[in-house]
């Protein structure tokens, strides 16, 4: 961790406790060729230390647009976003520059784009480690300690050319941790391998995680990820939208829907179909929960095959 940006001026911090990663109403609004595109529409997100969290949406639903905003590549149009205490709104360009070297560390789906081609893996992971004023001796056992812990230390001296895929991503996630960021994006770190290789790229995900504790934002159109970590976030429409939480061991989920600070739930659209909610709904309050009930007078509703019930229907419980 550092604790002195470059310049002598001290990094803030997430105050322990507090989520390290925390967007609220954040707003990107693009414009091409005159045409306004609202990339993220009000999207809130809070992520805690030493989480590993995986935000799954569709193509166009915004997740680059919330990558680079979140790595400081890019600067939103409105709303908050902070991540380690930093103000991503505000930030200097000369905290960008330091924030981007030492807070944040990343994973590209395209393995070549994360690698040195003509360095071997070792040299790779200890690139970023060449400007920390670390002696060359301890950089070589830090690199090599890395590897050995996501289980590539046999290719320490092979080229990228000499690796498959998920060789690639796992040496990658080393280079990625190398100086100890706070956080690490990975963007789609398993596209381009096969089930099987994507697990083992996950396994050392899950590893970076539990061993070093760094947090770890996953983003992915996959949503099968969700078997992968305890909590994916759905992003639809440049809003997040649900949340599923894996008890891994007791092997069970439970899906949530996002309320945001206007009271406005985004539900599933399997559920929208199924219960057949369209336009308005009706709510029938109970002591413990809500009740959501498609319209009946709105249109003629599909049978839900449920005891004589003539409207669909679905409840979403509160305080939950
Ligand atoms: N620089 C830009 N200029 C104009 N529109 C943009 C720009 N970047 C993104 N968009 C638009 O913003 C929306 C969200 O794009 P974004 O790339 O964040 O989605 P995504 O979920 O990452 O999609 P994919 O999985 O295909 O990469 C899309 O409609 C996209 O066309």
């Known amino acids: 961790m550092t604790d002195v940006l470059e310049g002598g ?170 100086n100890d960021p706070r956080v690490l994006f990975a963007d789609e770190p398993t596209g381009e391998l096969d089930t099987e290789t994507a697990n083992e790229v996950f396994g050392a995900l899950r590893r970076a995680n539990a061993e070093l504790g760094t ?11 969700s078997e992968q970590v305890r909590r994916t976030v759905g992003i639809r429409n440049g809003r997040t939208s649900s949340e599923v939480l894996r008890d891994h061991e007791a092997q069970v989920s439970e899906e949530f829907a996002v309320l945001d600070r206007n009271g406005r739930l985004q539900l599933p659209r399997e559920h929208i179909e199924r219960y057949g909610l369209k336009d308005r709904v009706r709510l029938s309050t109970e002591t413990d929960h809500l009740g959501i009930w498609a319209d009946a007078g709105a249109q003629a509703l599909p049978e839900t095959g449920g005891g004589g019930d003539t409207g669909a229907r679905s409840q979403h419980r509160t305080g939950e």
Not at 51 to 61: C, D, K, M, N
Not at 143 to 149: F, G, N, P, Q, R
Not at 215 to 225: E, L, N, R
């Open 215 to 225: 947090t770890i934002v996953v983003v992915t159109h996959d949503a099968m990820v």
């Open 9 to 178: 001026i001290p990094a803030p911090h997430a105050d322990p406790g507090s989520p390290l990663i925390r967007c609220e109403n954040l707003v990107r609004i693009f414009w091409a060729e005159q045409v306004e595109v609202q990339a993220l529409q009000g999207l809130d997100l809070s992520v805690p230390q030493g989480e590993l969290l995986a935000v799954v949406g569709a193509s166009g639903s915004g997740k680059s647009t919330l990558l680079g905003i979140l790595s400081g590549l890019d600067v939103p149009t409105a709303g908050t976003a902070t991540v380690d205490g930093f103000d991503l709104l505000a930030m200097k360009r000369r905290d960008r520059v330091a924030f981007r070297r030492h807070t944040v560390g990343f994973v590209w789906q395209q393995t070549a784009r994360n690698l040195f081609p003509y360095l071997s893996a070792l040299e790779n992971v200890m690139q970023p480690m060449a400007y920390t004023g670390r002696k060359l001796r301890a950089r070589r056992a830090r690199a090599a300690e890395l590897l050995d812990l996501f289980n590539i230390g046999y290719a320490a001296d092979r080229r990228p050319d000499a690796l498959s895929g998920g060789e690639q991503q796992r040496v990658a996630i080393a280079v990625a941790v190398a």
